[in-house]
């Protein structure tokens, strides 16, 4: 899949839980979910349910406590997806 | 006139030890009550340790009537009732099958009540078999349930009723029962909470990811409170009680009294500034231990025990800032601080019950129990107190104030100051 349209669902699916506005607008690779976006840290088991419902994929346990900015939900979605 | 409230009798059901001297052997010595479950991973459990604590058969027949066990299903409901009956007689009082208390009532707690019991009735309900649901679910299922039971075991006439707060339950039900009696609206209530073991209960928290994972091969060192490697909590069960009552009520039945309640506070962050749901609001959290010690009308460099609520989360340094600004002293002039959660893992609505008996146990016997699994103490902390702090063996010394917090989901916060009694 093309990174753009990756960082497209991925949008999709964290605009429910964003608390910042304008950091959600002028998101980038580099933006951190917790720190940027305000996402509450519980919601992140959420984000994670509703990727691997987009994709297919399951996310484990060490994987998802790596994913904490938008590069790193990138790196482990396409890690899954090239594993299926 | 306020009235004095003192600590007459304990009772304790918890994942390393049932009744009081068996909890107080593991306490002294550092028992872990956790222990890996088959059922756990059968189901596809992250987290496969917990604390389940042993009631066989037999110790099941001597509180509960062959009826009453027909159809039981609510294992909170059973540690309750032998935690609280066991406070009850270990004070001294009688239970009289004829004549009502109205002096004496219960606040006890739960998170939620008879899931197992529940889920079977859901099973049943689905298979449109409500006819075939008997009498039992409600009271099992209800709330309440655990007060309920022990009104009708004991004959207690005054309030009774069942308090849930999340993981502050216990130590809010303390400070209820002990306002109750100070106001002069009972003489006697028996506080405590309790919590459900198992997959049904703990499930929503594994799946929040908030359990550690990485023990299930040795669970007894799972449970890590302050630790470097601290990585989620381990899930525990069981029920912790006390019998509160007036001085002049104890007096009066020349009653042994093991500790006087000085005060506490209960409070919320609001979910505002840094608290949520599922985190704390900091401000709120100093703001009620700096209460508490104002109700309790005591200096903050008095305290000798900080029984902390202390999970073995990543927010572990953050109570210990929060400790160290409420008290408002000098950092060598900092308690002790300890985590029962170390051995019995986090018993959640009973762990502010469970945890308070621990600190009685340690104030009348003399003793600081040790925090296991904390071999390497998290930079954080070590940070703004001396390891030394934070005893891993036990020390024989002689106690005089104890501080006991539990904060809960919701931003609910709970202290409650336990002095030693002087005869």
């Keep these: 899949m093309e990174k753009e349209s990756l960082i497209t669902s991925l949008k999709r699916i964290v605009k429910p839980y964003i608390q910042d506005e304008v950091a959600f607008v002028n998101l980038t690779k580099e933006t951190d979910f917790i720190n940027d976006l305000k996402i509450n840290s519980a919601n992140l088991v959420d984000i994670v349910l509703d990727l691997e419902d987009e994709f297919d994929i399951e996310i484990d346990n060490d994987a998802m406590e790596k994913m904490l900015s938008v590069k790193d939900a990138i790196k482990i979605i396409e890690s899954k997806l090239a594993e299926k | ?423």
């Excluded at chain 2, 099973?123 to 009708?152: I, P």
């Excluded at chain 2, 849930?164 to 002069?184: D, F, H, P, V, W």
């Excluded at chain 2, 009972?186 to 997959?199: F, I, Q």
């Excluded at chain 2, 609001?270 to 109700?295: F, H, K, L, Y």
């Design chain 2, 1 to 423: 006139m306020k009235k004095r409230v003192v600590i007459t009798g304990l009772g304790v059901v918890a994942p390393n030890g049932v009744g009081i001297s068996n909890f107080t052997h593991a306490l002294k010595n550092g028992i872990s009550g956790i222990e890996f479950h088959q059922e756990l991973a059968d189901l596809n459990f992250s987290c496969c340790i917990g604390g389940i604590p042993k009631v066989t058969k037999e110790k099941k027949a001597k509180y509960f009537t062959d009826l009453q066990l027909r159809n039981f299903n609510s294992s909170g409901i059973l540690y309750g009732c032998i935690a609280a009956i066991d406070a009850w007689k270990d004070s001294g009082l009688p239970i009289n099958d004829k004549k009502v208390d109205f002096d004496s009532g219960t606040i006890f707690g739960t998170g939620t009540s008879g899931v197992e019991k529940f889920r079977e009735a859901i099973y049943k309900l689905d298979d449109k078999q409500v006819r075939r649901l008997g009498s039992t679910v409600v009271a099992q299922t209800m709330a309440s349930g655990v007060s309920a039971y022990l009104g009708g075991m004991l004959g207690l006439g005054n309030q009774v009723t069942t308090n849930s707060s999340a993981c502050s339950t216990g130590t809010e039900a303390i400070l209820m029962g002990y306002e109750r009696i100070k106001n002069g609206k009972a003489k006697r209530m028996l506080v405590g909470s309790c919590s459900d073991h198992g997959p049904y209960l703990w499930g929503g928290f594994d799946a929040m990811r908030v359990m550690t994972y990485k023990y299930n091969d040795c669970p007894t060192e799972g449970s890590r409170p302050m630790s470097t490697s601290a990585s989620g909590f381990v899930p525990g069960s069981g029920a912790g009680a006390l019998l509160l009552e007036s001085l002049e009520s104890a007096l009066e039945r020349k009653a042994i009294i093991y500790a006087e309640v000085l005060g506490g506070a209960v409070n919320s962050g609001g979910q505002r500034n840094g608290g949520t749901m599922t985190a704390p609001n900091s401000n709120a959290v100093q703001r009620c231990i700096s209460e508490a010690i104002n109700d309790a009308h005591i200096n903050a460099r008095d305290i000798d025990l900080i029984n902390g609520h202390l999970t073995a989360t990543i927010k572990d340094p953050e109570e210990i800032r929060n400790w160290i600004k409420a008290l408002a002293i000098e950092t060598n002039k900092f308690p002790y601080i300890q985590s029962t959660k170390s051995m019995i893992g986090h018993c959640l609505a009973a762990a502010g019950a469970i945890e308070s008996v621990a600190s009685i146990i340690q104030l009348k016997e003399g003793f600081i129990a040790p925090t296991i699994n904390c071999e390497e103490v998290h930079p954080e902390i070590l940070k703004v107190i001396d390891i030394s702090k934070i005893p891993r063996k036990r020390i024989q010394k002689e106690l005089n104030l104890i501080a006991k917090a539990s904060f809960g989901f919701g931003d609910v916060n709970a202290c409650v100051i336990f002095k030693r009694f002087n005869h």
